[in-house]
């Protein structure tokens, strides 16, 4: 295949424009815009330079600063019917031949001859010319855009079209062409829109798309991310040094990430809260600041104790921006005024009195109350000490009792019914049992055994901590499973793929010897008593071939072993994590010596020979 030379070179820009998308959606959506257009434009023969996507919550825009208008001119090459089909004995055409002919465009006597293992065939070339890139982009763009992977999406009257908030405008030009992609009922045109409030939503024609960002930005619209993540880091630094010399940004890249998506033009400022709020945990306060208000929270470099100032980004401009700010602080000081009073209120009930409110919460319909569950985290951890997490020592009363009190702060006013804290479960539960004069052990217990809380979160610090840990996933594990929660495809309500990920890591993180197939039985036994109809034995089944399989893909993903190591070692040797892992670094490091060669060609022969007589072993994989 050769291609011939293009023409001209044109930028090309395409720009999506909604409703405001939830910040979190808006990085992956863009890393997929630039990947899907990328892989778009190299099948279609469309080369391009200087591909980058930019976004705010209300657009997303890719921006070629150079793409070819039109394709290159192709030869290729059609492969015919065998010679002895295209033509007689007596070496005269037949339909078959000349019907190749006329379908490639050439002549029967200008086809060549190709031959491969099944012998000799006819062979014509000829010169497919380039299409406009504008034809290409109306065909390719639609699917692109609405190929674009999200969390959620929605419908939004009549139309089948699928987007995370509806669709307001499309813009698509080449040059300064506008590109009529369709898109459902939309028509791509040259017309974008402005900040809703700086610019009162006003309409704005490009001319072409590198005059966009700055047409944009003529009507209130920094369609940058990069440049509104400048802005908004040095705005804030600026107000802190007007304020105070010591005065620190607490670093924060995730709420920054969150909050550069949040706005199409940042304008940081400083507010202000109570010291009397002071009296909360630190991590009540930036919990309030940070997961309900987009707030960034400030401490001092000298104390590392928090000032009571917090730092947050406007979308909008200055005006009136006094106001913003007291409207900011009265919403603020609010949700403190609540956390502290919850705060105190729950001071009022004992470790004991919160343990007893839990047979009162369902756990899962069916399945028992929370109360139940804890003593079932009980018994198991006890069961997990005694066999191989204990290292060899009596099961510690600290260990019982953080079981007993690990799930008590879900009926807390700070937690409980979806209030304003919940992503501090554990942490306000140690913090109650501390207060109440709980030993450190207990109290560390209650705190770390939710970790950890994602898929690479840190570990539980201490040995406690991590087998309560692992007590309350294998639980979760198996009640879901019965219960009917098992994951299917792209669905697992209730994470469990999350908890084996995270039995497996503090199992390895341990270094000790434990057997999983038997933790996972006695975790069923703790939930078979609400079995009813349902067949624990057959649960456990699955789960067991679910849990290898997690540990396949976390072995070779994860920790780098050979997948031909992990497939000949899990099926014998999975029951004991450390030990299979051993035992498939260990293969991995054999299997290229030849002395190990010569024994499995050994093996598959014996094996070969007996067939039936002897186990399968996975050895023959390697």
């Given at each position: 295949m050769t291609q011939s030379d293009h023409s001209t070179f044109l930028p090309f820009l395409l720009e999506i424009g909604s409703e405001e998308i939830p910040a979190r959606f808006i990085p992956d959506s863009m890393a997929e815009l630039e990947r899907l257009s990328a892989e778009a434009f190299e099948n279609a023969h469309l080369e391009c330079g200087g591909l980058r996507v930019m976004a705010t919550p209300r657009r997303l825009?890719?921006?070629?600063?150079k793409m070819s208008s039109r394709q290159p001119d192709r030869e290729v090459e059609l492969k015919g019917p065998p010679v002895s089909v295209a033509f007689d004995d007596q070496g005269q055409p037949t339909p078959a031949g000349e019907g190749f002919a006329r379908k490639a465009g050439v002549s029967l006597a200008d086809c060549g001859r190709g031959s491969d293992k099944r012998g000799e065939y006819l062979v014509a070339r000829k010169v497919e010319p380039g299409r406009p890139a504008a034809e290409v982009l109306t065909e390719i763009m639609p699917g692109i855009i609405l190929g674009l992977p999200f969390r959620k999406v929605m419908r939004w009257g009549d139309h089948d079209l699928e987007y995370p908030r509806p669709l307001q405008w499309l813009v698509a030009l080449l040059g300064t062409d506008v590109v009529p992609l369709e898109?459902?009922?939309f028509t791509a045109g040259r017309v974008t829109r402005g900040?809703?409030?700086l610019a009162r939503d006003a309409e704005v024609e490009i001319a072409d798309p590198s005059a966009y960002t700055e047409a944009l930005r003529a009507v209130g619209v920094i369609v940058d991310h990069q440049e509104r993540r400048t802005l908004i880091s040095e705005g804030i630094q600026r107000e802190l040094d007007n304020y105070h010399p010591e005065a620190r940004l607490v670093a924060d890249g995730e709420l920054l990430e969150e909050v550069v998506f949040l706005c199409e033009h940042p304008t940081p400022f400083l507010g202000s809260y109570s010291e009397d709020y002071f009296a909360?945990?630190?991590e009540v306060i930036t919990t309030?600041?940070?997961?309900?208000?987009?707030?960034?929270?400030?401490?001092?470099?000298?104390?590392?104790?928090?000032m009571p100032r917090f730092a947050a980004a406007r979308d909008g401009g200055t005006e009136h921006l006094d106001n913003v700010v007291r409207g900011n602080e009265r919403v603020?000081?609010?949700?403190?005024?609540d956390a502290l009073f919850y705060w105190e209120f729950d001071q009022k009930k004992s470790p004991d009195e919160f343990r007893a409110m839990l047979d009162s919460v369902t756990w899962l319909e069916g399945f028992g109350s929370v109360g139940d569950k804890a003593g079932r985290l009980g018994v198991l951890a006890d069961w997990l000490w005694r066999n191989g997490l204990g290292d060899g020592e009596a099961t510690p009363a600290h260990l019982l009792r953080a079981a007993e009190l690990c799930k008590s702060d879900l009926v807390s006013e700070m937690i409980r019914d979806g209030k304003e804290f919940t992503k501090l479960e554990g942490f306000i539960g140690a913090r109650y049992a501390s207060l109440a004069g709980e030993p450190d052990e207990v109290c560390r217990g209650i705190e770390h055994h939710y970790l950890p809380r994602s898929a690479g979160g840190d570990l539980p610090p201490d040995r406690i901590s991590s087998v309560l840990s692992v007590a309350d996933r294998l639980d979760n594990v198996a009640g879901c499973w019965l219960a009917g929660f098992a994951p299917t495809g792209a669905k697992d309500p209730y994470a469990l793929r999350r908890h084996v990920l995270a039995i497996l890591r503090i199992l390895l993180g341990l270094e000790e010897r434990v057997d999983l197939e038997a933790a996972l039985s006695e975790a069923m036994k703790g939930v078979a008593c609400f079995a009813g109809d349902r067949k624990p034995a057959e649960a456990l089944v699955g789960i067991n071939d679910f849990v290898r399989t997690r540990m396949a893909g976390f072995f070779t993903d994860n920790l780098d072993c050979s997948p031909e190591a992990v497939r000949a070692v899990l099926?014998?040797?999975w029951r004991d994590p450390q030990d299979a892992l051993d035992w498939t670094r260990a293969l991995a490091g054999f299997r290229d010596r030849d002395d190990f060669q010569l024994l499995a060609t050994g093996f598959k022969r014996c094996r070969n020979i007996?067939?039936?007589?002897?186990?399968?072993?996975?050895l023959i994989h390697i």
């Open positions: 825009a890719l921006l070629v600063e898109v459902d009922y900040h809703r409030t909360l945990p630190r309030a600041l940070k997961a309900h208000q987009r707030y960034f929270s400030v401490d001092s470099s000298g104390t590392d104790g928090l603020l000081n609010a949700r403190l005024a099926p014998v040797r007996l067939k039936d007589d002897v186990l399968p072993l996975s």
